[in-house]
C-alpha cells in the first residue's frame, strides 16, 4: 500500500499543509486560518481539518498515512511532542501537539520548530540540497534561524542553537521580547525595516511613502518600501542600505562561528533581494574571515513558503523512519532472562 506523508506549518495567521508521497512528491495543498484567538483547542481542531480536507481532495484514506510532521512557532520539548510556548497564539502553553494528533489520527506525528522544518526543505531540495554546512535565516515578522554542521542539524541543550536574531548588536537598543535589547532581528525582519522606516519618517525626512500612505506610516510594508527603492527614494534606500549593512555584521559573525558553507535568506524580506544583500556582501567582505568568507555564498531561498511544509513530511518521515528500525532492532534483541 502506498505511504503518504502530511507536512503542516502552523502560523499566527494561517495554516498551511502539504500531502506528499514517499518519495516527496507533493499531491495535494491547502490552507486554513489559524483561528489563533479562539484558544488551543479550536487551532488544533482546524489543523486537523485541514489533514483531513487534503485526504479528501487526494483521494486518500486515513490508514494509507505513514506519519505527519508539524512545524511549529515558538518553544518546544520536542522529544515530548509537546509545544511549551508560542508568542503569536493566544493561550498556547504547554499544548501536548503530537499526543493529540496520534490520537486523532492513529498515526505517528512529529513536532519540530517551524524555522527549522524550513530549513529540512531548503536543505534537501532547495539552496541547501547536496550541502553539509548551512545556515537558514527567515527575515520575516522576526529573524528565526537554523544550522547544519557537518551534515547535522544543530540543536543544543535547550533546543536553542542557532537564535542568530538575538545576537546582540548593541548595547542599548530597541527592546526585544526575549527581555534583552539590541538584537539584530529587531532591526533586519521585516518590523525592523518599517520601524527604522517610520522612524526616517517621524524625523522629517520627506518620503513618496508618506505620500502613498496618505501619512498613516502604519501602512507601509516592506514591499512598499522595495518599491520606493526602486524610484529612488531616499528614505527607502537609506533603510535598506543600513538593515542590509547591520545584517551583514551580524553574518560575519555567523560565518566566522558557524563556517557555512552556504547562507540562506528567507521570509518575506528575502523579496527585497540585492537592494538588502547588496550592503550586506559588501560588509561579509570586508570583516569576515577570508578563508571561511570565500567558502561561503549568500543566496535567497529556492522553495518560498512551501519549503515549511516539505521540511515538515521531510522531517517526519526520517523520525518515523528511525522509530521503525529501534524497534526492529528491540524486537530481535535477544533476552536473556526468559
Not at 498551511?16 to 483561528?35: M, P, Y
Not at 525582519?189 to 511613502?209: F, H, M
Not at 521540511?311 to 522509530?323: D, I, N, P
Request: aromatic letters at 8%; one cysteine or more.
Amino acid at each position: 500500500m502506498e505511504r503518504y506523508i502530511i507536512g503542516m506549518d502552523l502560523g499566527g495567521t494561517n495554516i498551511k499543509a502539504g500531502l506528499f508521497t514517499k518519495n516527496f512528491v507533493r499531491v495535494a495543498e491547502n490552507r486554513a486560518h489559524t483561528r489563533e484567538k479562539e484558544g488551543p483547542e479550536a487551532v488544533l481542531q482546524c489543523m486537523l481539518r485541514t489533514a483531513r480536507q487534503l485526504m479528501e481532495d487526494a483521494g486518500v484514506e486515513q490508514e494509507e498515512i505513514g506519519c505527519m510532521g508539524i512545524g511549529v512557532p515558538g518553544l518546544l520539548d520536542r522529544k515530548a511532542g509537546i509545544s511549551v510556548f508560542s508568542p503569536n497564539l493566544t493561550g498556547w502553553e504547554n499544548v501536548p501537539v503530537a499526543r493529540w494528533f496520534e490520537e486523532h489520527l492513529s498515526i505517528p506525528v512529529f513536532i519540530d520548530n517551524d524555522v527549522r522544518m524550513n530549513l529540512y526543505g531548503e536543505w534537501y531540495f532547495g539552496a541547501g540540497k547536496n550541502k553539509q554546512n548551512v545556515v537558514l535565516l527567515t527575515l520575516g515578522t522576526g529573524l528565526g534561524a537554523g544550522v547544519v554542521m557537518d551534515g547535522h542539524v544543530l540543536y543544543g541543550a535547550t533546543g536553542s542553537a542557532g537564535e542568530i536574531g538575538h545576537m546582540n548588536m548593541y548595547r542599548t537598543g530597541r527592546p526585544c521580547k526575549c527581555g534583552s535589547s539590541g538584537c539584530l532581528g529587531r532591526y533586519v525582519s521585516a518590523l525592523g525595516l518599517l520601524r527604522t522606516v517610520r522612524e526616517k519618517i517621524e524625523g522629517g525626512q520627506p518620503s513618496v511613502l508618506s505620500d502613498w500612505t496618505q501619512r498613516d506610516l502604519k501602512q507601509i510594508t516592506a514591499k512598499m518600501v522595495s518599491e520606493a527603492f526602486d524610484l529612488g527614494d531616499p528614505v527607502a534606500r537609506n533603510a535598506l542600505y543600513e538593515t542590509g549593512e547591520l545584517l551583514g555584521y551580524g553574518l560575519v559573525n555567523v560565518i566566522n562561528l558557524y563556517n557555512p558553507e552556504i547562507i540562506i535568506v528567507g521570509g518575506g524580506m528575502a523579496a527585497a533581494g540585492e537592494r538588502l544583500l547588496a550592503r550586506t556582501r559588501e560588509i561579509v567582505k570586508k570583516h569576515a574571515l577570508e578563508l571561511s568568507q570565500h567558502a561561503c555564498e549568500i543566496v535567497t531561498a529556492f522553495l518560498g513558503d512551501g519549503a515549511g511544509i516539505l521540511g515538515a513530511a521531510v522531517f517526519a518521515w526520517k523520525a518515523a523512519s528511525r522509530q521503525e528500525e529501534k524497534s526492529e532492532k528491540e524486537r530481535w534483541q535477544p533476552s536473556f532472562f526468559c
